[in-house]
């Protein structure tokens, strides 16, 4: 009999879920204490699984356990299978009932706070009762999140095609940044700025190693500048944007923030002609990973609502 044979007869997905829960408490102890059973009983599992593949799953220690290059592999098998099986709980739910359900979705900050916010309301007045998790984070971080399953997409923005090989990519229009200051900001009643100009002002943007600060260092040199040192450095939008509105102070922007104008009105935008590439924006979903059908209609929604942003900004 082939080993695949085999694992059909003999796997039980209770033994996987075992396996999963001692590896993430690193203890059989604390794993029969989580899932409120005995140590016995968790030990017929674990030996349950070592011997329909034959192999050793966790190596043993006085420190604790931890999984093995085996143990590694079929864990991250097993996180899929358990993902696709909530995934064809919720699937079931929405289609029985598609005015409830959940969807887990990650995003850049901008972005969450301008397209994002736009698709769910606007998704919402169809199905009121759905609930949406926003995880924030930068492109390296939400790629780790949809490879762990933690979200089913994430929207961010890239300056070119990922070479990730399991990330599928789909752009929905491209940007450049723009700079902007509070309306009350002496600089707003200029027609013409060079960026030069603008060296010596009080400065906010993201932290360094983002594409967002990736196109701002580009910015200052495609104009010959140095780049100046930024007085606050943080990737939370609002409070750049305070600091704009409030202090005085400068940011850049992604041209589409300011698309969605309903809690962005005290900005304005500056005539600074920046010489940088234009950044992707895009919707970044795992390979081989059947989208629920909450997902797509939030991806349909997404592409109406980038229609007009991809004719130009």
Not at 80 to 108: C, H, M, W
Not at 123 to 150: C, F, K, M, T, W
Request: hydrophobic share 45%.
């Amino acid at each position: 009999m082939q080993l695949s044979d085999r694992i059909g007869r003999r796997l039980k997905l209770h033994d996987l879920h075992v396996l999963m829960a001692v590896v993430q408490v690193g203890s059989m102890r604390k794993a029969a204490a989580l899932l409120n059973t005995t140590q016995p009983a968790i030990s017929r599992s674990i030996a349950e699984l070592e011997h329909a593949f034959g192999v050793r799953l966790l190596d043993r220690s006085a420190q604790g356990v931890a999984p093995t290059q085996y143990g590694r592999a079929l864990l991250r098998r097993g996180v899929a299978v358990f993902d696709e099986l909530k995934q064809s709980g919720q699937d079931i739910e929405f289609l029985s009932n598609p005015e409830v359900g959940e969807l887990r979705i990650g995003s850049g900050t901008a972005i969450a706070e301008g397209l994002v916010l736009a698709v769910i309301d606007r998704l919402s007045q169809q199905y009121p009762r759905v609930a949406y998790h926003v995880v924030p984070g930068n492109l390296r971080v939400l790629i780790d999140e949809l490879r762990e399953r933690r979200i089913e997409l994430f929207f961010s923005g890239t300056l070119g095609v990922i070479s990730e090989e399991d990330i599928d990519a789909e752009v929905l229009f491209e940007e450049p940044l723009i700079v902007v200051a509070g309306k009350e900001n002496p600089w707003v009643r200029r027609r013409r700025i060079d960026l030069a100009e603008l060296v010596n002002e009080p400065w906010t943007w993201h932290s360094s190693g983002s594409v967002f600060s990736t196109l701002v260092a580009e910015a200052f040199r495609a104009s010959r500048l140095k780049v100046p040192r930024a007085t606050v450095y943080t990737d939370a939008t609002n409070v750049r944007i305070r600091l704009v509105v409030d202090k005085g102070f400068l940011t850049f922007v992604p041209a589409s923030f300011l698309k969605f104008p309903a809690k962005h009105a005290a900005l304005r935008k500056l005539p600074v002609d920046l010489p940088t590439p234009h950044r992707q924006i895009g919707i970044f979903t795992l390979k081989n990973r059947m989208l629920s059908p909450l997902a797509q209609l939030l991806i349909e929604c997404a592409r109406e609502v980038a229609k007009p942003l991809a004719k130009g900004l």
